[in-house]
């Protein structure tokens, strides 16, 4: 079936790619106004509804979860809805919204060293070289074209929390490899969002953060891309793409992640295009596209990169 598949999956992944790409805007508007507990927390209310909708109207009656399941979507909450968002809110209060697509970019590299650091997954050359060369094209970003003003304190605290989302979503997606045998990706993702999101309320009440977003029509427009979009009909299409395409052909367009966000960025938020962002970003999506000649299937992270 892979081979005589319709254009109209191929428009939908790179449809999805624009709004994974959008969500990085979206996220920007929402945290330069909202506190991080509370822009993931609106978020994932937002996402959840949007999600236990899709699943209600896809999947043919709710399973039954076991305990070890239960474990499993509990922790993917803690890890790829709460965790995840509350770095990537954070950080893109203080970084532009193409900066950081290009650092979550490294999703896969943390998600390929991880399973080889922690479960003994093998590592081929080609990977291997892949991560390096992603990591580099990260380098010449981070270092606006001059790597070596790394070391000269240029990497400031929203950098740091945009890693902190990578190394939540590593988490995610190995974690959802493991212990989610016998559940619907869909399925998953719902119950993981909907435990995650009450982690958020903890949060947010704890920190004093409860309460109703800023009544204007950016933010709540914002919220719906991210959460309806960007979660929902996002994650639907994707993997409409992995049953129709396989994972090696679907796992291709999520280089054009980072693309659509540059270009966003720079046309809706006003952000500058530096030489070095260009560089780097195309040394990045070279990287991941090495790193996932081969990929294996794996969750796609609830908050939708």
Same mark, same amino acid.
């Given at each position: 079936?892979?081979?005589?598949?319709?254009?109209?999956?191929?428009?939908?992944?790179?449809?999805?790619?624009?709004?994974?790409?959008?969500?990085?805007?979206?996220?920007?508007?929402?945290?330069?106004?909202?506190?991080?507990?509370?822009?993931?927390?609106?978020?994932?209310?937002?996402?959840?509804?949007?999600? #236990?909708?899709?699943?209600?109207?896809?999947? &043919?009656?709710?399973? &039954?979860?076991?305990? &070890?399941?239960?474990?499993?979507?509990?922790?993917?909450?803690?890890?790829?809805?709460?965790?995840?968002?509350?770095?990537?809110?954070?950080?893109?209060?203080?970084?532009?919204?193409?900066?950081?697509?290009?650092?979550?970019?490294?999703?896969?590299?943390?998600?390929?060293?991880? *399973?080889?650091?922690?479960?003994?997954?093998? =590592?081929? /050359?080609? &990977?291997?070289?892949?991560?390096?060369?992603?990591?580099?094209?990260?380098?010449?970003?981070?270092?606006?074209?001059?790597?070596?003003?790394?070391?000269?304190?240029?990497?400031?605290?929203?950098?740091?929390?945009?890693?902190?989302?990578?190394?939540?979503?590593?988490?995610?997606?190995?974690?959802?490899? /493991?212990? =989610?045998?016998?559940?619907?990706?869909?399925?998953?993702?719902?119950?993981?969002?909907?435990?995650?999101?009450?982690?958020?309320?903890?949060?947010?009440?704890?920190?004093?953060?409860?309460? #109703?977003?800023?009544?204007?029509?950016?933010?709540?427009?914002?919220?719906?891309?991210?959460?309806?979009?960007?979660?929902?009909?996002?994650?639907?299409?994707?993997?409409?793409?992995?049953?129709?395409?396989?994972?090696?052909?679907?796992?291709?367009?999520?280089?054009?992640?980072?693309?659509?966000?540059?270009?966003? *960025?720079? #046309?809706?938020?006003?952000?500058? #295009?530096?030489?070095?962002?260009?560089?780097?970003?195309?040394?990045?999506?070279? *990287?991941?596209?090495?790193?996932? /000649?081969?990929?294996?299937?794996?969750?796609?992270?609830?908050?939708?990169?």
């Amino acid at each position: 079936m892979t081979g005589h598949a319709p254009a109209a999956v191929y428009a939908k992944l790179v449809a999805v790619a624009a709004i994974w790409g959008g969500t990085f805007i979206a996220a920007r508007v929402v945290a330069t106004v909202m506190s991080a507990p509370a822009a993931s927390l609106w978020r994932y209310l937002v996402a959840s509804v949007a999600l #236990l909708a899709f699943a209600v109207v896809q999947q &043919r009656g709710w399973p &039954r979860l076991d305990a &070890r399941q239960w474990l499993g979507v509990s922790l993917l909450g803690a890890t790829g809805v709460m965790a995840y968002n509350l770095f990537f809110m954070a950080g893109m209060e203080k970084i532009p919204a193409s900066r950081g697509s290009l650092i979550v970019a490294l999703n896969p590299v943390a998600t390929m060293l991880g *399973g080889a650091l922690f479960f003994g997954e093998a =590592l081929t /050359r080609m &990977r291997v070289l892949g991560a390096v060369v992603a990591l580099a094209g990260v380098v010449v970003v981070l270092g606006r074209g001059h790597p070596l003003d790394l070391f000269a304190g240029h990497v400031g605290a929203g950098e740091a929390l945009i890693f902190g989302a990578v190394l939540s979503w590593s988490a995610y997606t190995l974690i959802g490899k /493991r212990v =989610l045998a016998g559940l619907s990706p869909l399925v998953a993702t719902t119950c993981a969002a909907w435990l995650g999101t009450a982690m958020l309320v903890v949060i947010a009440a704890l920190s004093g953060d409860l309460a #109703l977003p800023p009544a204007t029509i950016p933010v709540w427009v914002a919220l719906t891309f991210l959460g309806v979009l960007g979660t929902g009909v996002a994650f639907v299409w994707f993997y409409d793409g992995l049953r129709l395409l396989g994972a090696a052909r679907t796992a291709v367009f999520v280089n054009l992640v980072p693309v659509f966000a540059i270009v966003f *960025g720079v #046309l809706l938020l006003g952000e500058s #295009l530096e030489a070095s962002m260009v560089l780097g970003g195309l040394i990045v999506v070279t *990287g991941v596209w090495m790193i996932n /000649r081969n990929p294996q299937p794996v969750p796609v992270p609830v908050a939708a990169s």
